[in-house]
Structure formats: structure tokens, C-alpha cells
């Protein structure tokens, strides 16, 4: 079931927003913020595919790539009714200063389809995943634009789309390319660790603030939106630190039990129940209104963009919001959740695992290695603590909040690159 995030305030505004206000703290040069104020490339394709029916429909797709300073474009494709322009340039801006932030040797962008996937076969999602990969053509590549998993995409759609690229290119250098996507399943050139490795990032960041703030993690409740790809594997490290999952929302409903939901028991649950956590038999409903202002200490939005804004952020009770998603909090709720003294762990930090365990998908693959699940989580767990550390002092620096402070370090990154290249003084 598909639910619509909120229209209120446009997600490429909230992320104008959240860039200005780090531009005019570090005093950005003019040159680079006029680049970075706007999209590089705008790709829209419309696509037809046959359906099972026999009839043909026309799809729209989109990739938008938003700076590549530092190297390719690269991030997700989402397949959501709710995937427009506004929606690409967005989640595109918010990859170049999450690949920035982590040091990655990438730029970011974007993309998706305007659909409801659950409105489709397998076989037409194949075929409607196949005519995508076609009509973006040269736009993406593995030294040019890099896409990877986001919301309803899988590593089936990752395969279907290296194959359908790879399938394009002359015979004798086909493999060359398995690296034009990242998130593949392992048996197709992905990573050990890649399907877990965002989720694993929220943890270690939850860690990270915790150990900066002297709080134990062990005991504490949390509510999580979201029981996809981050949700679940957020919870199942969470259970590792023994905080105690008490609320799940996700597009079918919310369920609270505040004596524990078992994230291994949910989780079989939605394998068998079409990925929907309503009607748990571990727990009860829960109107989905009031989900965000449950009894917690923890809050894990890691589903849609602009949930918590004006609207709700009153009555949130955590003190600490952890973003597994990509714009889960809207500029109006951010301030509010500023006043209130509750703390947030940016995006372009908290849900950066996912990226840096492409990075090392996009390596391996480049460099014909296999990496160990040891070697990856190893690896990724300490690129996230240093971001963490780097977030942290940027935030002591210039006296500012988490989200601003990831911001600055990303921007200077950037700002840095030009600068040295001497194209823009
Ligand atoms: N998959 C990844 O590696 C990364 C994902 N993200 C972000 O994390 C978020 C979740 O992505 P995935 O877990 O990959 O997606 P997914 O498709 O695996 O799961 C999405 C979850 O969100 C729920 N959901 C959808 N609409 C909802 C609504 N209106 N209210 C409540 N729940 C709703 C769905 O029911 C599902 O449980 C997105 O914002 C995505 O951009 C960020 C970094 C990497
Ligand atoms: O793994 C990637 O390349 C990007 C994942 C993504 O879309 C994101 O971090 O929002």
C-alpha cells in the first residue's frame, strides 16, 4: 500500500533551505554557490511497455544529476507515485552532500519511476525496469552516473538494470560494466553487507551521538517509521544494543506494544504478509495520526520524505530523531524541534552507510575483488564513525547544530575542489 508524503512544504525547498543557511555560516564563494544552487542535468524519458495484458502503457521516469565535483553522480532510484522533478532535484542535492560529507569520490544524483509497484507483476516490473535502463542510455554509466537502491527498488532491480546496460555495449567489454549500478544481489557482482549496510549507518551513528552525550543505549524505547530496507535493519541492530523497538509505522498502518515488538519475529511477519507490519499478532494498532507521538526515547523516521513538520513536531517525545530517510523532517519542523531542544542526526550523515557500502560494491567490482561481510562492516563502521567525528567538531567549531554542521563540511569539501582546480577563485 502506497501513502503520499506531505505536500506542505516542496522537498527541494527544504533542502535550498538547509544549504543556505551552511552557505551563509562559512561565507561560501559566491562562484560555488551559484553551481551548487542548481542542478547540473535534468533527465525526464517517457517509456512505453507492454503490459501483461497486452495493452501499452507510457511510463515517466527520472534522473537528475546534481553536481559531480568530486567524481560520478551517484544515488538511488525510487519507484513511487510520489517520484517527480521536485522529488529527483532533491534527493539528487541531498546525495552531493552526503558522498561529500562521507569523503566518497562522488557527486550526487537521483532519480525514479512515477509508479506504484504494487500495481505490477514481476515480469512488468522487469520489462518496465529494462525500457528505463534503455531510454537513459549514455546518462548513466559506471564512470559517469552511478544509481543504487532507494525506496521500492531491489537488488532485482539493480540486476535487471546492469544486465539490460551491459546487454548495450559491445560484445568483448560487456563485463567491464557490471559497476554502472551498486546494490546488485551478491551472486550478480554486489557486496556482502550492502543490503544491511544503511541500517547498520543509523545504528553507528545512534551509537556515536550517544557515546558523545554519555547515554546508554541498552533499555531505551524507540519508534521507527518505515519497516523497508533501513527500517528493519536499523531494528535489528538496535536489538543488538538492547533498546527496545515499542512502535513501527509503515505505509499500511502502525502497531505499538509497549513491552517490546521483536524486530526478527516482525520481520517474518511481513515476509509472509506482503511487507506490511498491520496486523502484527505481536502488538496492537495504533492510529496512524498520533504514531509520531508515542512514549519513546528514540525516534527512527527511515520511510518518506516531509513526515515530521508544523504539524506534529509539537508533540514528539523523543529527545533524540535519527534520520534513516532522506528529508524526513520539513525546515518548519526542524525548528521546532530545535526550540524543544531535541536532538537530530542529519540524513546526509545518519543514512550515509548505504552509499559507502556502494562505494565498496562500485570498487570491488572496478578492481575484481570479493570482499568479506568482515572486511565490509568493518570498514563501513569505521567511515561512519569518522564522518561522525568530523560532523561533531564542525558543530563545536562554528557553535551550530548537527544538521548545519554536516552541511558546512560538506559544502567546504566541494567549495575546496573548485577552488583548487582554479576554475572558480
Ligand atoms: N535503501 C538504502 O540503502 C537507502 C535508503 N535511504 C532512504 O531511506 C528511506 C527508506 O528507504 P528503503 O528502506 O530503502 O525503502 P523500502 O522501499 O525498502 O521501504 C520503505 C518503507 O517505508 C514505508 N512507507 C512508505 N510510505 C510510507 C508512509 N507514507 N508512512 C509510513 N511508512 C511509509 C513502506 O511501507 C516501507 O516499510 C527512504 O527515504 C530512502 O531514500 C537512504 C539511504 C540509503
Ligand atoms: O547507494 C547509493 O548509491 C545511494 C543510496 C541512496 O539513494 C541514498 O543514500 O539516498
Known amino acids: ?17 538547509q544549504f543556505n543557511k551552511a552557505a551563509d555560516i562559512i561565507n561560501l564563494s559566491p ?43 551517484k544515488g538511488g532510484l525510487r519507484y513511487h507515485p510520489t517520484v517527480d522533478i521536485d522529488a529527483a532535484r532533491a534527493l539528487a542535492t541531498w546525495m552531493t552532500w552526503k558522498t561529500s560529507l562521507a569523503g566518497l569520490p562522488y557527486g550526487g544524483g537521483k532519480g525514479g519511476i512515477q509508479i506504484d509497484p504494487n500495481l505490477y507483476s514481476d515480469a512488468e516490473l522487469e520489462r518496465i525496469t529494462r525500457r528505463f535502463t534503455f531510454a537513459l542510455g549514455d546518462n548513466i554509466g559506471p564512470e559517469h552516473d552511478i544509481p543504487a537502491p532507494d525506496v521500492n527498488t531491489t537488488p532485482q532491480t539493480m540486476a535487471w538494470i546492469a544486465d539490460t546496460f551491459m546487454s548495450t555495449r559491445s560484445t568483448n567489454e560487456r563485463t567491464k560494466y ?46 521507527l517509521q518505515g519497516f523497508g530496507n533501513v527500517g528493519y535493519w536499523a531494528s535489528h541492530f538496535m536489538r543488538a544494543k538492547g533498546a527496545v523497538l515499542v512502535g513501527v509505522q509503515d505505509a499500511s498502518g502502525s502497531i505499538y506494544n509497549s513491552d517490546g515488538i521483536d524486530p526478527e519475529s516482525l520481520f517474518e511477519f511481513t515476509e509472509r504478509n506482503n511487507k506490511c507490519v498491520a496486523g502484527y499478532p505481536g502488538a496492537s494498532p495504533y492510529p496512524q495520526a498520533d504514531f509520531f507521538s508515542l512514549d519513546c526515547d528514540i525516534l527512527i523516521p527511515a520511510a518518506m520524505g516531509n513526515q515530521i513538520t508544523a504539524g506534529n513536531a509539537h508533540s514528539i517525545k523523543a529527545l533524540l530523531v535519527a534520520e534513516g530517510a532522506n528529508g524526513p523532517v520539513d525546515s518548519d519542523g526542524s525548528e521546532i524541534l530545535e526550540s524543544r531542544g531535541i536532538a537530530v542526526i542529519p540524513d546526509i550523515y545518519c543514512n550515509s552507510g548505504g552509499v559507502i557500502a556502494s562505494y565498496f560494491e562500485w570498487l570491488q567490482n572496478r578492481n575484481g575483488e570479493l570482499w568479506s561481510l568482515e572486511e565490509v562492516m568493518e570498514k563501513l563502521e569505521k567511515k561512519m564513525k569518522k564522518s561522525y567525528e568530523t560532523m561533531q567538531s564542525i558543530a563545536n567549531k562554528y557553535n551550530t547544530d548537527l544538521r548545519t554542521a554536516a552541511y558546512i563540511g560538506a559544502l567546504q569539501r566541494i567549495e575546496q575542489a573548485y577552488i583548487q582546480r582554479g576554475i572558480f577563485p
Do not use: C
Open 1 to 17: 500500500m502506497i501513502t503520499k508524503e506531505s505536500p506542505k512544504m516542496g522537498m527541494y525547498e527544504n533542502v535550498q533551505h
Open 31 to 73: 562562484a560555488v554557490r551559484k553551481i551548487l544552487s542548481i542542478t547540473n542535468t535534468e533527465i525526464v524519458v517517457h517509456f512505453p511497455v507492454k503490459l501483461d495484458n497486452g495493452t501499452v502503457q507510457v511510463f515517466t521516469g527520472y534522473r537528475v544529476q546534481h553536481n559531480n565535483a568530486l567524481g560520478p553522480y
Open 178 to 223: 557490471s559497476h554502472v549500478v551498486t546494490g546488485k544481489p551478491v551472486g550478480a557482482g554486489g557486496l556482502e553487507g550492502r543490503d544491511r549496510a544503511t541500517g547498520f549507518g543509523v545504528v553507528v551513528g545512534i551509537q556515536e551521538w550517544a557515546n558523545h552525550n554519555n547515554y546508554e543505549l541498552s533499555g531505551k524505547k524507540y519508534i
